[in-house]
């Protein structure tokens, strides 16, 4: 029987710039009954990664300053409705007001997205396997929007030691005819799955996903393999 464990980890620690979030995550595990075991999927908000690495900007609360600051953490604007900017980041992400978040955080001010997610998946998870020697993989997820679809779901900014992508192109299907299309974009799927116990309002940046098939864990990263490049993108 194939089996998913998800566990979310509860942190009071309000993080600020600077702060180790390697050791706030520590703790917190430790204040759990979980451990952690090779094969485990760290899955991290990208809220606490973003105030850790000091990308935390001040907000005057108007709709002029938070156009400001959307836009200029956008490479391109495309479409304007209102406050709502639809925009393109530096990383290649399409999303709304390029990921600016102004809910759990200080009074005026406002959370940005980290400079690189997927460098920032790497250093937590090559911090945790110094200190634990620990061989786990970590995935740094959002809340976004879907094209033509009402409600948000959690996706993969970032990631290391899992692979991103499942490539089932030329195998089989069950009626033994060959896939021409289909991969799986295994990261983002572990981040909707961990949202379902990663409470928005409840103090939980962190979770452990545990029990992922093995043929999942790998190298690659979020940027290079999930981002759909302009030529390839039937919308732009």
């Known amino acids: 029987m194939n089996e998913l464990r998800l566990v979310a980890l509860s942190c009071t620690h309000q993080v600020r710039a600077g702060d180790d979030l390697v050791e706030i995550f520590l703790s917190a595990l430790n204040g759990s009954s979980c451990t952690l075991e090779d094969r485990d999927v760290v899955v991290v908000t990208s809220k606490?990664?973003?105030?850790?690495?000091g990308r935390v900007v001040n907000f005057d609360g108007t709709d002029e300053h938070k156009a400001a600051i959307v836009e200029g953490e956008a490479?391109?604007?495309?479409?304007?409705?209102?406050?709502l900017r639809i925009t393109e980041t530096r990383h290649g992400f399409v999303n709304a007001n390029a990921g600016v978040d102004l809910s759990n955080t200080d009074a005026g001010t406002a959370v940005l997205l980290p400079l690189d997610p997927d460098r920032s998946a790497r250093a937590?998870?090559?911090?945790?396997?110094?200190r634990l020697d620990v061989?786990?993989?970590v995935v740094v997820t959002d809340t976004f929007g879907r094209v033509w679809r009402h409600g948000v779901t959690d996706v993969a900014l970032g990631c290391a030691g899992v692979s991103p992508l499942l490539d089932l192109r030329g195998t089989l299907d069950g009626n033994g005819r060959p896939l021409e299309a289909t991969e799986v974009a295994i990261v983002d799927e572990i981040a909707g799955a961990a949202n379902l116990v990663l409470k928005k309002a409840a103090g939980t940046p962190f979770?452990?996903?545990r029990g992922l098939d093995p043929s999942f864990f790998g190298a690659g990263s979020v940027k290079d393999s999930i981002v759909r490049s302009p030529t390839d993108d039937l919308f732009r």
């Open 48 to 53: 606490v990664v973003a105030k850790a690495e």
């Open 207 to 209: 979770a452990l996903v």
């Open 75 to 83: 490479v391109r604007v495309l479409r304007r409705r209102g406050t």
């Open 135 to 137: 061989d786990v993989a």
């Open 124 to 130: 937590f998870r090559d911090a945790l396997r110094y």
